[in-house]
């Protein structure tokens, strides 16, 4: 039965760009979920005060304070309240120690939308909504192989950042892709996780839309051959559609 408009989860975002609060935003009501936007701290803790919220997405930088900062003030009133950060950075370091603060991942920006709605999605308990095979196949047009407009506004339209980070991906992805296939093989569920965790980070700055898919899908079972296979595949035609010349097969000499 379709969720009703008021069953749908409230979601608090903290998000000073105002370019990456709409496309957050908008991201957040797809998944579905009402969404109100905070700019700041303060701001936040004020929405906080009067409306409980299934989940927070807090950026780790603010202009009156950090997220980590943010997190410890609202864990005041709601100590269970789940909780996901955001951030430009790409540190490890960084990235650790927000999940250390309490957070119960760290995305890294710019992503694809289907990484906001996946993490909330785990954050509430939320069974993930999955590309078919179809869509990953490309055989119902909804899924292109390449999303030049994703790609730019990721990159905030900047076409020659674009251009370079494309090649780069396409020189990588052959190696990216064996990697996640001979971890698979030695059951290494672990490097498997790690390896898709990555590409599918590098597929929301490039546009790699239906790669992302892939990635999306495999990351809910690792271990399915037949999602490895699929992503296998679909590197293959991303590569073949490359928009770079020096595109190649997947497939390690």
């Known amino acids: 039965m379709p969720m009703m408009p008021n069953d749908l989860p409230r979601i608090l975002l903290v998000e000073d760009d105002p370019t990456s609060r709409s496309f957050l935003a908008a991201a957040?009501?797809?998944?579905?979920?009402?969404v109100d936007a905070a700019d700041s701290l303060a701001a936040a803790l004020a929405?906080?005060?009067?409306?409980?919220?299934a989940a927070w997405l807090i950026d780790a930088r603010l202009p009156d304070g950090s997220g980590a900062e943010l997190l410890a003030r609202l864990?005041?009133?709601?100590?269970?309240?789940?909780a996901i950060a955001h951030t430009a950075a790409h540190e490890d370091t960084l990235l650790d120690?927000?999940?250390?603060?309490?957070?119960?991942e760290a995305l890294v920006k710019p992503m694809p939308a289907a990484t906001v709605q996946g993490a909330v999605r785990r954050a509430l308990g939320i069974a993930p909504v999955l590309p078919s095979l179809q869509a990953l196949a490309g055989t119902d047009g909804k899924l292109p192989l390449w999303d030049d407009d994703a790609a730019v506004l990721a990159l905030n339209g900047n076409r020659t950042h674009v251009d370079t980070l494309r090649d780069l991906f396409v020189q990588e992805l052959s190696k990216s892709v064996y990697a996640i296939s001979t971890a698979?093989?030695?059951?290494?569920?672990?490097?498997?996780?790690?390896d898709l965790h990555r590409l599918r980070a590098s597929c929301g700055f490039v546009g790699a839309q239906r790669l992302a898919a892939a990635v999306q899908a495999m990351q809910q079972d690792p271990s399915s051959t037949a999602l490895l296979l699929t992503l296998e595949q679909v590197a293959q035609d991303t590569l073949a559609?490359?928009?770079?010349?020096?595109?190649?097969?997947p497939a390690p000499a």
């Open 28 to 34: 957040l009501r797809a998944t579905p979920a009402e």
């Open 47 to 53: 929405l906080a005060s009067t409306q409980n919220y």
């Open 75 to 82: 864990r005041e009133r709601h100590p269970d309240t789940p």
């Open 97 to 104: 120690a927000l999940v250390g603060a309490g957070f119960l």
């Open 184 to 194: 698979a093989e030695r059951g290494d569920v672990d490097s498997v996780r790690n």
């Open 241 to 249: 559609h490359a928009p770079d010349a020096r595109a190649q097969s």
